[in-house]
């Protein structure tokens, strides 16, 4: 009897047209999905959600978070049946969210818009990694837990020894943002050039702006372009932190104004890649007044908490000038609301109430910071330095800290690789792409993928989580997925 009715309503189904679910494919346990950064916990169910692409969008996700849906809609996944559900009272990160899957639908629950958010980019690979037929997209159920082992996991691009426009920048940004980076350092003054429009200085752009390494044409942002980097990161979860190197690493301000020279002689420009032989001059009242000028108009335009003021390779000023000139700036970046970030040079000058020391090749000055119970970003060159080369066959990087394959990239661990540097001390991890070499989008995807997916697993996946055979098995599926959207990430041997 239950036979015969089974497949009665089977045939009415079939025969008023429903919208029968088709039977499902072969298709992976959620569980078992190739997710990078790795969740903190994945766990399948038998069955599966069944989304007939051709569906009706709107019908399955109204009032779904619009920070979640627009993301998925910039992922052309509008269409996906979501609910989402934000809970204040949570006692989880922002950044944390609760995924599940089942033949009802998709939820994403969180603390915080920033979990939401989370949930999508995760939701984006399982579809991606799910099968997706002329039938429609087969999402195995199941639920994910997650939430990052640091809050910051950050993308430095140097747009100053080579300058990227606008869209090239929103390209990066839809490349690091499935990856769950957070936050974006925008590299934007060193001896090469200028690129951010300074209103009260517009020598500073309009003349520090005119070239680049080799002295090919430069190129700067305006404020409104800056905005628009600003806007498009932050729709896709991303921070952006402006960075203003000083004292050092400033040829291109001190050829556009003379009198941020200590001789008052304006400097010729600079088209090589040395550095340490450019210093404002820590004597004059003129340069506090630039930098005041110079971080009160960027700091305006920049919703983020932090503003970098670099620090680093000072080697012609002296000490003493080096120590009085970071002390103003620090207080200068406090003065207009932001917290400072400086390269770990700035940690012998004494550090601000919540300033963050960079760690890039310094280990003494991180401890300093420690010392002083300031926040450490981690980059150590030989781990995270994007623009160093592969190996010696690369076509384009330096190797001056190391060469770095992708388990170099992968396999250590922040929390014990620098003694007395413990989990406390770190607020997160950052991979700096300095581009001396780097011309172009295809230099930079050829530099940072597949490197940067193995930082964004450092970053976000707690450390008992990650085991580097199994990553290497899932970066295998992502080098396939990078491939297909055009980036030209490198034919690491890790996969040979
Ligand atoms: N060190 C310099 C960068 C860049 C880099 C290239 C820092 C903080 C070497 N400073 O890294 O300007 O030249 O790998």
């Keep these: 009897m239950r036979l015969l009715s089974l497949c009665c309503l089977a045939f009415l189904l079939f025969s008023c047209g429903g919208d029968a679910i088709p039977p499902a494919p072969a298709m992976a346990p959620l569980a078992d999905l190739p997710i990078i950064p790795l969740p903190f916990e994945m766990s399948s169910r038998d069955g599966y959600l ?40 949570l006692t989880l990160p922002n950044e944390a969210y609760l995924l599940d899957i089942s033949a009802e639908g998709i939820t994403i629950t969180a603390k915080a818009a920033a979990g939401l958010l989370n949930g999508a980019i995760t939701l984006v690979q399982v579809v991606e990694f799910s099968p997706n037929t002329e039938r429609g997209i087969f999402l195995p159920a199941g639920t994910i837990t997650d939430q990052p082992r640091y809050a910051y996991r950050g993308f430095m691009l140097d747009v100053a020894r080579h300058f990227f426009g ?22 934007l003054s060193d001896d090469q050039g200028w690129r951010i429009e300074i209103k009260s200085w517009p020598g500073l752009a309009e003349i520090g702006g005119r070239f680049e390494v080799d002295g090919t044409p430069g190129g700067y942002y305006t404020q ?58 820590a004597n004059k009242e003129v340069t506090y007044e630039f930098i005041d000028d110079v971080v009160r108009e960027i700091s305006a335009i920049t919703p983020g908490p ?27 970046v406090l003065k207009h609301g932001k917290k400072s970030i400086g390269w770990d040079e700035v940690a012998v000058a004494g550090l601000a109430e919540g300033s963050v020391v960079q760690l890039w090749n310094h280990t003494e000055y991180a401890l300093k910071a420690k010392e002083a119970g300031n926040k450490v970003l981690f980059s150590l060159a030989k781990r995270t330095y994007l623009d160093m080369q592969y190996d010696s066959l690369s076509r384009i990087g330096l190797h001056w800290a190391a060469y770095i394959e992708v388990d170099d990239a992968y396999n250590w661990d922040p929390g014990t690789l620098v003694d007395g540097l413990t989990e406390k001390d770190i607020l997160g991890i950052e991979a700096p792409l300095w581009s001396e070499t780097v011309r172009s989008l295809e230099d930079i995807d050829y530099l940072v993928f597949p490197r940067l997916p193995a930082l964004a697993e450092v970053g976000w996946s707690y450390q008992m989580k990650r085991q580097y055979a199994p990553f290497v098995e899932r970066l295998k599926v992502h080098q396939g997925w990078l491939k297909e959207q055009g980036i030209g990430t490198y034919d690491s041997r890790v996969f040979r």
Aim: charged content about 25%; hydrophobic content about 35%.
């Design 166 to 187: 606008v869209d090239t920048v929103k390209q990066v940004i839809d490349r690091i943002a499935p990856y769950k980076i957070n936050h974006l350092h925008l590299h």
């Design 306 to 332: 932090y503003f970098h003021i670099g620090g680093d390779e000072s080697s012609v000023t002296p000490h003493d000038d080096y120590v009085k000139l970071i002390r103003r700036a620090q207080d200068i």
């Design 224 to 281: 409104e372009d800056y905005t628009e980097i600003v806007n498009y990161a932050a729709a896709r979860g991303i921070t952006v932190v402006p960075e203003i190197d000083m004292p050092g690493h400033t040829n291109a301000a001190l050829n556009a104004y003379a009198e941020l020279n200590g001789d008052g002689k304006a400097r010729d420009p600079y088209f090589g890649t040395k550095v340490g032989f450019s210093t404002l001059d």
């Design 50 to 89: 069944w989304v007939d692409t051709d569906g009706d969008a709107a019908a399955g996700n109204s009032g779904a978070d619009a920070g979640a849906m627009d993301y998925l809609r910039s992922r052309d996944l509008g269409m996906l049946p979501l609910a989402t559900s934000l809970d204040p009272s």
